[in-house]
């Protein structure tokens, strides 16, 4: 329903220059992000039900199972949750702006920015996106990471695709294949119930 006329101009310390509404309450995100990155010409922040379904479960999207999102904005991760409206939800922001360009805001939504409108948008639609992807494989059960080998030539290729973003990435960020399996162990039943055998031990010769 709304139209340009509903639109509210602010400075960037929120004062209100024109428009006969008020600023939205969320202002204060949008400054934040505007403050912290000048490179930012955009805000766009919104509810999609599959990025908020992954957002409300507290669970990031950073697993390197889609080269398009390796290569646009290398992992998606969840702010803690911050009362809308209000400094704490700044505050859980805070520190994700500076490296990232979609970030979930737990038991609340999305924001992504760019460098204009549509760049912004089309993360959100980007991020919105790769959610439903991310949930059908887990409605399969399944997931193929790729490599951090494949994860670095993505990386290269960034400048190829013309690609401007700040996003970074690090050992976890995306997951890769390589990253998850060396998290991964394997025991045998023996060496479980040892270590099980051991922790009891433990425990008893402490009473
Ligand atoms: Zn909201």
């Known amino acids: 329903m709304?139209?340009?006329?509903?639109?509210?101009?602010?400075?960037?310390?929120?004062?209100?220059?024109?428009?006969?509404?008020?600023?939205?309450?969320?202002?204060g995100m949008h400054l934040l992000i505007y403050s912290r990155r000048p490179d930012i010409n955009a805000v766009c922040h919104a509810h999609p039900p599959a990025a908020t379904g992954y957002a409300a479960a507290g669970v990031p999207l950073n697993k390197a199972i889609l080269c398009e999102l390796v290569l646009s904005l290398g992992c998606i991760p969840v702010a803690r949750y911050g009362t809308p409206g209000t400094t704490e939800l700044t505050e859980a922001l805070e520190p994700l702006v500076q490296s990232y360009?979609?970030?979930?805001?737990?038991?609340?939504?999305?924001?992504?920015?760019?460098?204009d409108l549509l760049s912004a948008f089309f993360r959100m639609e980007t991020t919105e996106h790769f959610a439903r992807v991310s949930l059908v494989t887990e409605l399969i059960g399944k997931q193929v990471l790729l490599s951090s080998g494949d994860v670095e030539k993505l990386l290269a290729a960034r400048a190829r695709y013309g690609v401007q973003t700040a996003s970074s990435i690090g050992p976890d960020c995306p997951v890769t294949a390589d990253g998850a399996d060396a998290e991964r162990i394997t025991l045998t039943?023996?060496?479980?119930?040892?270590?099980?055998?051991?922790?009891?031990?433990?425990?008893?010769?402490?009473r």
Request: proline content about 3%; some cysteine.
């Open 189 to 206: 039943r023996r060496e479980l119930e040892a270590l099980v055998d051991e922790a009891v031990q433990k425990e008893r010769s402490r």
């Open 101 to 115: 360009e979609a970030i979930l805001m737990a038991n609340h939504g999305v924001v992504c920015y760019g460098q």
């Open 2 to 27: 709304m139209t340009p006329d509903d639109l509210v101009i602010t400075d960037l310390q929120g004062r209100k220059l024109s428009g006969r509404r008020n600023p939205s309450s969320e202002l």
